[in-house]
């Protein structure tokens, strides 16, 4: 028989010796405030070791928020839709709907390549001010509210505009990715407006899409969405998610 403890002293043992062996050098080890912690889990008779590179709280709990929108991006739902997007650091991103800017900051953070979990224990940290990042959002409040999250990240490189999604051409001359969290339309009698909502959101990111740009959005408005990407000649991809308890996808869509 053995408990937790016997599995800590010998996992850190070998640890220690391997370590030792390979880099001829002994490793310390600070058990109040270490740099590196390595988890050893035992599930039956399967052995997991691995580094931890989030601390004790989830990911998706970023620590960054100031500003409380009233249906805020789950940030890990925003860094998937980034990855999807496949959005390289020397591309134009746009974010049209904008919100309180969850998906500017993960951009942010993955073109810099900060990992998300520094954020706990660090204010300001060293961005990449090279990147080319805006926003859009419609509602005065929201625009504010994005702009406090920025400043207090010491972001200062991403633009916000006061603006409307069915009018992108007035706010960006091109863009390589739009990635965006569409309003969902889940309340009755918000289908009519979201269905115009999209028609003039893809119909308007036709005129500032790159050559290869591309468009990346979370919905649960499957069929609306893929109705008027159609008839605006898009092709897309999709990839089914669940969100809460809500089943939505995620569609990447190109010219």
């Not at 640890?15 to 002994?26: L, M, V």
């Not at 740099?35 to 931890?52: C, S, W, Y």
Request: glycine letters at 6%; hydrophobic letters at 35%; a positive charge.
């Amino acid at each position: 028989n053995f408990n937790s403890m016997d599995i800590a002293r010998v996992a850190g043992d070998a640890i220690i010796k391997s370590y030792q062996s390979s880099a001829e050098k002994r490793l310390k080890v600070n058990l109040d405030s270490p740099d590196n912690i390595i988890r050893v889990e035992l599930i039956h008779d399967l052995l997991l070791v691995g580094v931890d590179t989030t601390g004790d709280k989830g990911l998706h709990r970023r620590g960054y928020r100031v500003y409380q929108h009233p249906a805020p991006l789950n940030p890990t739902i925003a860094a998937a839709l980034l990855k999807i997007s496949k959005w390289k650091p020397e591309n134009i991103l746009v974010d049209p709907m904008c919100g309180s800017g969850t998906i500017l900051v993960e951009a942010a953070l993955m073109g810099s390549n900060i990992p998300p979990g520094h954020l706990r224990e660090c204010e300001k940290l060293q961005f990449d001010h090279k990147l080319k990042i805006m926003g859009i959002e419609k509602f005065r409040k929201h625009v504010k509210g994005c702009q406090e999250t920025l400043s207090r990240l010491g972001i200062d490189f991403i633009k916000i505009k006061q603006g409307d999604a069915e009018h992108l051409e007035k706010y960006v001359q091109e863009a390589d990715n739009i990635v965006t969290n569409p309003p969902y339309g889940i309340r009755v009698g918000r289908k009519s407006k979201i269905k115009k909502l999209y028609h003039n959101f893809l119909k308007t990111a036709k005129n500032i899409l790159t050559e290869n740009g591309s468009i990346t959005l979370l919905t649960p408005q499957e069929k609306i969405l893929k109705n008027t990407a159609t008839k605006l000649d898009y092709e897309w991809t999709e990839t089914p998610i669940i969100y809460g308890n809500l089943p939505v996808k995620i569609f990447k869509l190109t010219i």
